[in-house]
């Protein structure tokens, strides 16, 4: 038998609980113990002049258990207590409670976590989207979790995984490059490009309709609760959907790529320097989309399919001739076009830069060209398939 052997990535997934009334009340009990204990345990901390984790431990640790702690969030308390030096908090507010192996489990049978609580085992069921129950499904195993009761008084578990991801097949695969932007979110060396479309647009209402918020927020006269909450509900709406958008664009992204292709990825730090010459909104909206995100479910939706992913040096790849090798500002005519001034060699800007993304990532060693990279195509012209993301 053939010992099955990937990568394996942690990540973090939070799931919404829908704990039972009597669950709820045994949550809060918990965090609300669990803060007791880490308010005693500084308490005793400052009176002794004793932060060290070790020493401390044997100073509260049974009297934390006498509370009624259980040893795990015993250690967890003195552990938050003892953490570090300098800057300490006076006191703890009750938010959230750090669980391990030993005091969680998950089940995914009937989709349930188990938790340790001031009334026991409790196996509260969970609340799931797709995308949580893709990971939890594909998880190796669960490494713990948080537990944290949101403003609203909704309860989360904010669960660590560990995911297998397979081992990409051997040597030359694909290389395709991504450049990522806003007009176009994302331009792939293959030959596809994703519009922003509505996507743009919806975003720029929630700009709009934000600012305007702000600005009666900016009146003492007009700070009410009903105007605050209002900027509460369309921060957590504009908040899911870009979320939502962005899953939707890397799954449709991961879905043209094949196991075993070769991703690449500019370094960040060459996202936002193409920014000078945009409007104000489009710079404001530029700043407020996370790139960091984007990329973060980019590169582990890829690997969980077998698809590696390399950064390379972004400098110039707007500006780069992939026909002669030709760099200047000029080259870059606007936006949306590329017309070399040395050969001549035009077209779109984006693809421009995402074939230049690929050919840096070849370069650097990683896979092959394969068909509709080299040279030749490039210049016999290749032709962009338009792709919208559905504003969901
Ligand atoms: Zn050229």
Same mark, same amino acid.
């Given at each position: 038998?053939?010992?099955?052997?990937?990568?394996?990535?942690?990540?973090?997934?939070?799931?919404?609980?829908?704990?039972?009334?009597?669950?709820?009340?045994? $949550?809060?009990?918990?965090?609300?113990?669990?803060?007791?204990?880490?308010?005693?345990? /500084? !308490?005793?901390?400052?009176?002794?002049?004793?932060?060290?984790?070790?020493?401390?431990?044997?100073?509260?640790? *049974? &009297?934390? =258990?006498?509370?009624? /702690?259980?040893?795990? #969030?015993?250690?967890?308390?003195?552990?938050?207590?003892? =953490?570090?030096?300098?800057?300490? %908090?006076?006191?703890?507010?009750?938010?959230?409670?750090?669980?391990?192996?030993?005091?969680?489990?998950?089940?995914?049978?009937?989709?349930?976590?188990?938790?340790?609580?001031?009334?026991?085992?409790?196996?509260?069921?969970?609340?799931?989207?797709?995308?949580?129950?893709?990971? #939890?499904?594909?998880?190796?195993?669960?490494?713990?979790?948080?537990?944290? *009761?949101?403003?609203?008084?909704?309860?989360?578990?904010? /669960?660590?995984?560990?995911?297998?991801?397979?081992?990409?097949?051997?040597?030359?695969?694909?290389?395709?490059?991504? &450049?990522?932007?806003?007009?176009?979110?994302?331009?792939?060396?293959?030959?596809? !490009?994703?519009?922003?479309?509505?996507?743009?647009?919806?975003?720029?209402?929630?700009?709009?309709?934000?600012?305007?918020?702000?600005?009666? $927020? &900016?009146?003492?006269?007009?700070?009410?609760?009903?105007?605050?909450? @209002?900027?509460?509900?369309?921060?957590?709406?504009?908040?899911?959907?870009?979320?939502?958008?962005?899953?939707? $664009?890397?799954?449709?992204?991961?879905?043209?790529?094949?196991?075993?292709?070769?991703?690449?990825?500019?370094?960040?730090?060459?996202?936002?320097?193409?920014?000078?010459?945009?409007?104000?909104?489009?710079?404001?909206?530029?700043?407020?989309?996370?790139?960091?995100?984007?990329?973060?479910?980019?590169?582990?939706?890829?690997?969980?399919?077998?698809?590696?992913?390399?950064?390379?040096?972004?400098?110039?790849?707007?500006?780069?001739?992939?026909?002669?090798? +030709?760099?200047?500002?000029?080259?870059?005519?606007?936006?949306? /076009?590329? !017309?070399?001034?040395?050969?001549?060699?035009?077209?779109?800007?984006?693809?421009?830069?995402?074939?230049?993304? %690929? !050919?840096?990532?070849? %370069?650097?060693?990683?896979?092959?060209?394969?068909?509709?990279?080299?040279? #030749?195509?490039?210049? @016999?012209?290749?032709?962009?398939?338009?792709? +919208?993301?559905?504003?969901?």
């Amino acid at each position: 038998m053939i010992r099955y052997s990937g990568f394996v990535q942690t990540l973090t997934v939070r799931c919404t609980l829908k704990p039972a009334l009597e669950q709820a009340e045994a $949550l809060e009990a918990t965090v609300q113990l669990f803060m007791e204990g880490c308010n005693y345990a /500084l !308490r005793v901390a400052k009176e002794r002049g004793e932060f060290r984790r070790f020493r401390l431990h044997h100073l509260v640790y *049974k &009297d934390l =258990r006498a509370m009624g /702690l259980s040893a795990n #969030l015993a250690v967890q308390a003195i552990a938050r207590v003892g =953490r570090k030096k300098g800057s300490r %908090a006076k006191f703890y507010q009750p938010t959230s409670v750090a669980y391990d192996q030993r005091t969680l489990s998950l089940r995914m049978a009937d989709e349930t976590v188990s938790l340790t609580t001031v009334k026991g085992r409790l196996r509260i069921p969970l609340k799931l989207g797709n995308y949580q129950r893709h990971l #939890l499904r594909k998880a190796k195993s669960v490494q713990g979790g948080v537990l944290t *009761k949101g403003p609203k008084g909704k309860w989360y578990i904010h /669960l660590t995984l560990r995911v297998e991801t397979p081992e990409p097949p051997g040597g030359g695969g694909r290389v395709v490059g991504v &450049d990522l932007g806003q007009k176009a979110l994302a331009t792939l060396s293959a030959g596809h !490009r994703f519009s922003g479309g509505r996507l743009k647009s919806v975003r720029l209402r929630y700009l709009q309709k934000r600012a305007e918020v702000r600005s009666k $927020l &900016d009146r003492p006269s007009e700070r009410t609760r009903g105007l605050k909450r @209002l900027w509460a509900r369309l921060s957590g709406r504009e908040a899911r959907f870009v979320n939502s958008a962005l899953h939707a $664009l890397t799954r449709r992204i991961v879905d043209l790529l094949e196991p075993g292709d070769i991703l690449a990825l500019e370094h960040l730090t060459g996202l936002r320097g193409r920014t000078s010459k945009r409007g104000r909104k489009g710079r404001h909206l530029h700043n407020l989309w996370p790139y960091g995100r984007l990329r973060f479910l980019l590169e582990y939706k890829a690997r969980l399919k077998g698809v590696r992913v390399v950064y390379v040096d972004p400098r110039h790849t707007s500006r780069e001739c992939p026909r002669c090798g +030709h760099v200047s500002k000029v080259n870059r005519r606007s936006q949306a /076009l590329f !017309r070399c001034e040395a050969c001549g060699f035009q077209h779109n800007a984006d693809w421009v830069a995402s074939v230049n993304i %690929a !050919r840096r990532a070849l %370069a650097q060693g990683a896979g092959s060209a394969g068909p509709g990279h080299g040279q #030749l195509a490039l210049v @016999l012209g290749h032709r962009l398939k338009h792709l +919208h993301l559905p504003a969901s």
